[in-house]
């Protein structure tokens, strides 16, 4: 599974972006796919998640901002991130837990997207 990550870009606080992870390959054994960010001298922190059926959680951080959804027919989660703060400036990246075998999931990763909020 190949996972690409976009839609990053420097936007004013209180703004909004979508982000998007597409993947490839054996997508139909992805089941729960996962937003992260890591700031810079901070640790990657978790985001937003949904799973196959479409469970969401998020992080506390962003609840109420942000919103993750998933297209199974274009192979694509979407966060979109409302009301945007300086604090949210991070690499964004998206990793998806795929179904090697039965009842083993590895996790894959794309590479991520900067995100920068200017004050």
């Known amino acids: 599974v190949q996972l690409q990550a976009s839609g990053g870009g420097l936007v004013q606080a209180g703004g909004s972006l979508t982000l998007s992870c597409t993947a490839s390959?054996?997508?139909?054994?992805?089941?729960?796919v996962t937003w992260h960010r890591q700031a810079p001298e901070k640790q990657r922190e978790l985001v937003a998640t949904?799973?196959?059926?479409?469970?969401?959680h998020y992080g506390d951080s962003v609840k109420g901002r942000f919103t993750i959804s998933r297209n199974h027919a274009e192979n694509t989660v979407y966060l979109r991130m409302n009301s945007l703060k300086p604090d949210d400036t991070a690499v964004y990246y998206c990793?998806?837990?795929?179904?090697?075998?039965?009842?083993?999931?590895?996790?894959?990763w794309g590479r991520g997207t900067l995100v920068t909020v200017s004050s």
């Open positions: 990793s998806a837990d795929v179904l090697i075998q039965a009842g083993i999931f590895r996790t894959f």
């Open positions: 390959g054996s997508v139909g054994d992805i089941d729960t």
């Open positions: 949904v799973s196959d059926v479409g469970i969401t």
